[in-house]
């Protein structure tokens, strides 16, 4: 998730979270045309229904993916399986392993992201513990999670002017519905059904999503 090679990198990046569930070889073949469509910062694997072993699985088929494009692999809710697959790190919210937990499974380099809802203190200790993110949502209506909160383009723009952790929006994001939010500055996008589903399907909701970041 770091910086592009490119001189002047876009300030916002998209970050693509799989689908709920998914056939493993049908979705290897869609993720790597939508890897192909253009810039794509990180990966989370989430499949909050599946057993270990199914999340396994998929981590050592998309992973290599992943990495090949140059996109940082991350495991929802899971440090122990991130760490088992060798992943780039692990995303956890308020009711998974503590973030301390989580970093000190992971060591200091893996990449560790918070949930932060709608909540600055939250996203204050987040950050002052070390998150490499924190993320805030959710910022639209969506069927892919039930959130609790929902974030406001306010807490995203105080965050941008006042702190320097990497902030991340989530929750109903689209390329039709996003702009407004990307004018008030996270660093990444973090969408599921919007690119999963988009009506053009994942390759063209990608290419979408880096015109607009980069304005072109
Ligand atoms: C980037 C990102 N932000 C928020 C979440 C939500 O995490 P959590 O609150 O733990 O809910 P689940 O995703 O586990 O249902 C996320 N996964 N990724
Ligand atoms: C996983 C998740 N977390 C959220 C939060 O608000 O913390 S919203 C959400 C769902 C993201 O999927 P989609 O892009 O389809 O809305
Ligand atoms: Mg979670």
Redesign the pocket.
């Given at each position: 998730m770091a910086g592009r090679s490119e001189d002047v990198a876009p300030a916002c990046r998209l970050?693509l979270?799989t689908p709920p569930a998914f056939e493993l070889i049908a979705f290897t073949q869609t993720l790597k045309a939508a890897l192909g469509a253009g810039d794509v910062a990180c990966i989370?694997l989430?499949l909050?229904d599946a057993d270990d072993d199914t999340v396994l699985r998929a981590g050592e088929a998309l992973l290599p993916l992943a990495q090949d494009a140059g996109a940082a692999f991350l495991v929802?809710?899971r440090p122990d399986l991130a760490l088992k697959l060798g992943a780039d790190g692990a995303?956890?919210?308020?009711?998974?392993m503590p973030y301390k937990d989580a970093r000190k499974l992971l060591g200091p380099d893996r990449i560790i992201?918070v949930?932060c809802?709608d909540s600055r203190h939250m996203a204050m200790e987040a950050g002052e513990a070390g998150a490499d993110y924190v993320?805030f949502?959710a910022f639209f209506p969506t069927a892919t999670?039930e959130a609790k909160t929902q974030a406001s383009l306010d807490l995203v723009a105080w965050w941008a002017e006042v702190m320097t952790v990497p902030q991340?929006a989530?929750g109903g994001i689209t390329v039709d519905n996003c702009r407004p939010l990307v004018a008030a500055g996270p660093d990444f996008l973090?969408v599921c059904a919007g690119v999963w589903n988009h009506p053009d399907g994942p390759a063209a909701a990608v290419k979408a999503f880096e015109r607009i970041f980069t304005n072109s």
């Open positions: 970050y979270i989370q989430r909050k929802n809710d995303h956890v919210g308020q009711e998974d992201g949930t809802h993320a949502g999670k991340v989530i973090a």
